[in-house]
């Protein structure tokens, strides 16, 4: 679990691991708000762009650092 209060700044691009049951998916950290962490999963291999790309809101207690 990524605590949403604890996040700043520096954690824009972090790698986080996706988890719920048997799948986990990889993605880097878009923004945030006070209930969603908004992480890009798929970016077409890109990741040095991924900030042009759609971020899905996730919910902070299915993500952990990776």
């Not at 988890?19 to 878009?30: L, M, P």
């Amino acid at each position: 679990m990524i605590d949403v209060k604890k996040l700043t700044s520096k954690d824009i691009g972090k790698w986080v691991i996706y988890k719920t049951g048997f799948s986990a998916e990889r993605g880097k950290i878009k923004s945030w708000n006070d209930k969603y962490i908004f992480v890009v999963y798929k970016c077409n291999n890109e990741w040095d762009r991924f900030q042009d790309f759609t971020a899905s809101a996730t919910n902070p207690k299915d993500l952990k650092f990776q």
